[in-house]
């Protein structure tokens, strides 16, 4: 890549500081205790994240059932056929819904806590905050586990006292009915990993200057103004960087959809971290091959998606920053 | 600082020890060695358990490590310890991948060397067969399992006599037909006032609603809910009516509100539980089911086995036995290859064999072991009386041209899985348009494999799926 590309690239993502390799070179030496720190991480990342991602491509161009090496080789077919796969396509919907659904309501509530929880006069803040974390530390298979025992027994006897009430006709089958099987897996989804956004927002919360709520308070301003006009503009960098983990964590819904409802009925429920298992890992007792390579393809085909996104968001966001630039 | 060096490198090495690292190797004394083995049997669990007790007290010197996997991920978890050099000594064969390719790829061991042929001839004499579980004359395993039905009906005796469903003598009656299921699923749920159901099943694993498909298979469609018929060489979901009358038989219970409302939220284990507790009142399901209910409801014992029923109005195919067939073997990446082989040959032993029955956990392969009086249980002599009955012998043409086990389909969504989800979820509508979608696709991707295998220089032929003269009544002789 030439350095005049370099440069542009940097650009459009926003870059301010100029490119120059010896400067690097010099901080790295300068703050070589920090990239030391930072070397067995990012060798982990690299062995387990990057190295499994680059060496996937390859894979993508056979038909391999996972079983000693790839040697049919079928070159771009699983991309077109990706493509024109309807279950792809819905699977797709299904996870921006579950993302586009999950990230408003739990940043929203999140946010919400995180106010109540930042308040000084309330006590017991710290058990609060480790009973809204909780959640986070348990296993998502676990809680799909547990939340699927209770939905198809307790949440079974609601959906007959429904019936017996005469609000429903006949009993619902939470996670079999495809009408519920997503909205389940997004309301545990959203109780799930609320408890991150919280601490986010909280610590995000507790670094405003307090003598800005002061002179708010000095100026007349009621609370829906402290937060309004002082709060959220001091969240906005912090918020944004929040909702871009939120989404991309959302993203990657797998384990309670996959424990939760498999993602059925009927791929009602099914994302794209679930097709690409079905695919990788057929049941064992249905004797057709698995294909790890489509299913690789799958895989790259959504990370492209996705990263054209990302890209797409970034040039938005910068567009829209240096059109406020030159309004200003 | 090199006492210290040493005193780390004995504490590291001490906990190697203690973390397992170095296992399945001679202990201090150089004697006793550790065999590691695998299944996925957790009703069975408590019988191979007592085989180990009583096979260390004859064998003191070897220690069996048994790990029961999930039966849904055992090919990959045995795939995975294969590529890390950690495979057990001694496993059960999985279905995937096909046995032939499990030899290719050099995971079992040849068993020649003991499997000598006085061993071999306790065996029936349709327990090896060449492409099953022998390759080029070498040995690899040994079917345990005896010819029988792998799926029966269950009847909670106790429901059908308080819904009235009973003979001249008292006893629960026994649904034989389709139409059996439906009326007296219906009589049940509306005895109990909608509280205590029909009839059941749990599909949240996303395997079991081909089992209840499998009503087809005494009916008139030898392939099952594999959908692939040998008499026509392909699949045939729309081509045989009897797949869509199945549907509608069990839509038509659902729309009766006989069936349990959770089914496809619960998995098969609570269903099960949900049986025995009296919840509903037909389940279809193995003979793993009756050792199940000894250990979880050990006072269950309210409940009747009967062959699955058909589409009426007499049984028109049955379900198939071939020869061959797998069951455990030994790792080609054993180091111990003669414990193993004794670990191996105890599970295959008649007497083995005989506790086996006698616990309840099925048939094996010796038909001395499968004698009616052997069984504790008056479920268990039900389930061995429809094993007498409910079988025939069937072709096995991937036996005369093992080359046709080089033919691999890949999966096509939805399959049938998908499709009955679908269809019971009310998603799908055209139900014989989905059957035939499916069976159009399933018989373009059987014919694409075809293709794609010839063109590997393997030598196919398309008329080796087809077996015009299997009489599906009969037991098929070539």
């Known amino acids: 890549m030439s350095t005049q590309s370099v440069a542009t690239v940097r650009k459009v993502l926003g ?174 989804g959203i109780w799930h990993t609320l408890g991150y956004n919280l601490v986010y927002f909280l610590a995000a919360l507790q670094s405003i200057p307090k003598e800005l709520y002061e002179a708010a308070d000095l100026d007349g ?36 959809v996959l424990v939760m409802t498999g993602g059925g009925p009927y791929f009602s429920s099914e994302v794209v971290s679930t097709y690409i298992y079905h695919y990788a890992f057929t049941p064992a007792s249905i004797q057709v091959e698995s294909n790890v390579g489509y299913a690789s393809a799958a895989a790259l085909f959504m990370g492209l998606l996705v990263m054209g996104i990302t890209a797409m968001q970034l040039v938005a966001v910068k567009y829209a920053h240096e059109r406020r630039a030159e309004i200003k | 600082m090199g006492v210290s060096l040493l005193v780390v490198g004995a504490i590291l090495l001490s906990s190697c020890s203690f973390l397992g690292v170095g296992a399945n190797t001679a202990g201090s004394n150089g004697d006793t060695v550790a065999i590691e083995y695998w299944d996925w049997w957790v009703t069975q669990g408590p019988t191979i358990d007592k085989e180990i007790q009583l096979f260390e007290q004859v064998h003191p010197n070897i220690k069996i490590k048994k790990t029961t996997q999930v039966v849904d991920r055992y090919p990959e978890l045995l795939q995975l310890a294969i590529k890390g050099n950690t495979a057990p000594d001694v496993f059960l064969v999985p279905e995937k991948p096909t046995f032939i390719e499990q030899v290719k790829q050099g995971w079992l061991l040849p068993l020649n060397k003991w499997a000598t042929k006085d061993w071999q001839a306790q065996f029936p004499p349709y327990a090896f067969a060449e492409g099953s579980n022998v390759i080029d004359g070498k040995i690899y395993t040994v079917p345990y399992e005896g010819p029988g039905p792998w799926l029966q009906l269950y009847i909670n005796t106790k429901v059908f006599k308080d819904a009235g469903l009973v003979d001249a003598g008292g006893n629960a009656l026994i649904p034989k037909t389709w139409d059996d ?86 998995d098969d284990e609570m269903a099960r539980a949900a049986f025995a507790d009296g919840k509903f009142a037909m389940l279809i399901g193995g003979v793993w089911n009756q050792t199940g209910w000894a250990q979880t409801h050990p006072g269950f014992k309210d409940y009747a086995v009967a062959q699955l029923p058909y589409e009426g109005p007499e049984q028109a195919s049955y379900f198939y036995q071939s020869p061959g067939g797998t069951g455990w073997a030994i790792s080609s ?49 039900q389930f061995m009386q429809i ?58 991707e059987l014919q694409q494999a075809i293709k794609e295998t010839q063109a590997r220089g393997i030598n196919v032929d398309p008329k080796w799926w087809v077996v015009p003269d299997w009489d599906i009544t009969k037991d098929y002789k070539k």
Request: glycine share 8%; charged share 15%.
């Open chain 1, 221 to 256: 301003a009621n609370a829906w103004q402290q937060f309004t006009k002082v709060t959220v503009p001091m969240l906005r960098e912090v918020g944004a960087v929040i909702v871009f983990l939120a989404i991309l964590g959302s993203l990657q819904v797998f384990d309670l």
């Open chain 2, 181 to 266: 299921v439906r009326t007296f699923a219906a009589k049940v749920t509306k005895a109990s006032g909608g509280k205590v159901y029909g009839f059941g099943f749990g599909d949240k694993q996303k395997t079991i609603l081909p089992w209840q498909l499998m009503m087809v298979q005494n009916s008139g469609a030898p392939g099952g809910n594999s959908g692939l018929d040998a008499r026509e060489g392909k699949y045939t979901w729309a081509s045989n009516p009897v797949y869509l009358d199945w549907i509608q038989f069990f839509m038509g219970m659902k729309q009766d509100g006989s069936i349990i409302p959770n089914a496809m939220s619960m």
């Open chain 2, 387 to 444: 094993a007498q009955t409910d079988i025939r012998l069937g072709p096995a043409p991937n036996l005369e041209h093992p080359e046709m086990n080089e033919v691999k389909m890949r999966q096509t969504l939805p399959d049938i899985q998908n499709i009955l989800e679908g269809i019971y979820s009310g998603q799908i509508s055209d139900w014989k348009g989905a059957l035939q979608d499916l069976e159009a696709r399933q018989n373009a």
């Open chain 1, 15 to 188: 870059f301010s500081i100029p490119w120059n390799p010896q400067h690097l070179l010099k901080q790295i030496k300068k703050n070589y205790w920090s990239y030391l720190f930072l070397l067995p991480m990012a060798v982990l990342v690299g062995l387990f994240v990057i190295y499994p991602m680059v060496a996937s491509v390859h894979i993508t161009l056979y038909d391999w059932n996972g079983i000693g090496n790839p040697t049919r080789f079928v070159g771009l077919r699983h991309f077109f056929t990706v493509a024109r796969d309807g279950l792809f396509w819905n699977a797709v919907k299904h996870t921006f819904t579950y993302a586009l659904v999950l990230v408003p309501i739990q940043l929203t509530l999140a946010l919400a806590l995180a106010l109540v929880l930042n308040n000084p006069r309330l006590k017991g803040s710290t058990v609060y905050r480790a009973v809204f974390f909780s959640p986070v530390v348990t296993s998502a298979a676990l809680v799909g586990v547990v939340v699927s025992l209770l939905l198809s027994s307790s949440g079974m006897n609601l959906s007959m006292a429904l019936v017996d009430a005469g609000i429903i006709s006949s009993p619902i089958d939470w996670l079999g009915d495809p009408r519920f099987s997503l909205a389940a897996v997004i309301g545990v």
């Open chain 2, 333 to 381: 990446q054993t180091k111990h290859p003669e414990e193993a082989w004794l670990w191996f040959e105890w599970l295959n032993s008649k007497e083995a064999a005989v506790r086996w029955v006698k616990d309840g956990q099925g048939l094996r392969i010796y038909p001395e072991a499968n004698k009616l009086e052997y069984a504790t249980t008056p479920q268990f002599k």
